[in-house]
């Protein structure tokens, strides 16, 4: 167990809807990374937080978003779903704003875009 | 910018040793890692280099060479177990973490 808790662990949706991934953090890391993994693809790299702040974007859809509360657990918001979408959504942390400190997964939320 | 490149797929026998390589370029690189990821789980952490060299850790080494922007994974005795995807990422102080594309390694009897 790397401490990293997504839910939900799965989410079937329509074409065109709105969802919201949630991720708590290890206790006290600071950061929080969102990766999307589709169907025998790589990681994909799609934002950082660091305490609170967006620290870093990659390829990321305008259509998606993300923030990190107070408390320190952050949540992906999609919208519009598209089928192309349907991917594994990894988030991480680590407890310093650099990635020079390992990375901790979550299990990952498997959504399927129907 | 950076680029990332891996084996896409390598396959090996049960109790033999399997080297898994990894170039890059990068703007900007403080060290590298090395992640397992079995299908459909989370990357677990194998190995971070920062100083050219090989760094020994069980059945997993991890060779560095900055100069060359090159790194390997050497997987020892291997077991059915290994069988699993291995990610390289550079990690270049930027505040993010890019991951090559791994490499599926299979492991047969």
């Known amino acids: 167990d790397s401490g990293v808790t997504q839910t939900p662990k799965h989410l079937i949706t329509a074409t065109g809807q709105r969802v919201t991934l949630r991720c708590s953090p290890r206790s006290g890391d600071l950061s929080v990374y969102w990766y999307q993994q589709s169907l025998d693809q790589g990681l994909q790299f799609l934002i950082h937080?660091?305490?609170?702040?967006?620290?870093a974007k990659g390829n990321i859809l305008e259509r998606f978003s993300a923030q990190q509360f107070p408390d320190l657990h952050s949540e992906l918001n999609l919208s519009s779903l598209e089928l192309g979408d349907s991917a594994l959504y990894f988030c991480?942390?680590?407890?310093?704003?650099?990635?020079?400190?390992?990375?901790?997964f979550g299990s990952g939320t498997q959504l399927s875009v129907l | 910018g950076q680029n990332i490149d891996q084996p896409t797929e390598m396959t090996a026998t049960e109790g033999a040793i399997v080297q898994i390589n990894c170039t890059y370029q990068t703007s900007g690189f403080n060290g590298l890692f090395w992640y397992q990821q079995h299908a459909g789980e989370a990357p677990t952490f194998l190995s971070y280099n920062v100083l050219d060299g090989l760094e020994e850790k069980g059945r997993f080494s991890s060779f560095l060479s900055r100069s060359k922007g090159y790194s390997y994974l050497l997987l020892k005795e291997l077991q059915m177990k290994d069988s699993a995807s291995y990610l390289c990422?550079?990690?270049?102080?930027?505040?993010?973490?890019?991951f090559g594309t791994g490499t599926r390694l299979t492991v047969i009897p």
């Open positions: 937080y660091y305490n609170g702040e967006e620290r």
């Open positions: 991480a942390s680590s407890g310093r704003q650099g990635a020079t400190e390992k990375l901790f």
């Open positions: 990422a550079p990690e270049t102080g930027a505040n993010n973490l890019f």
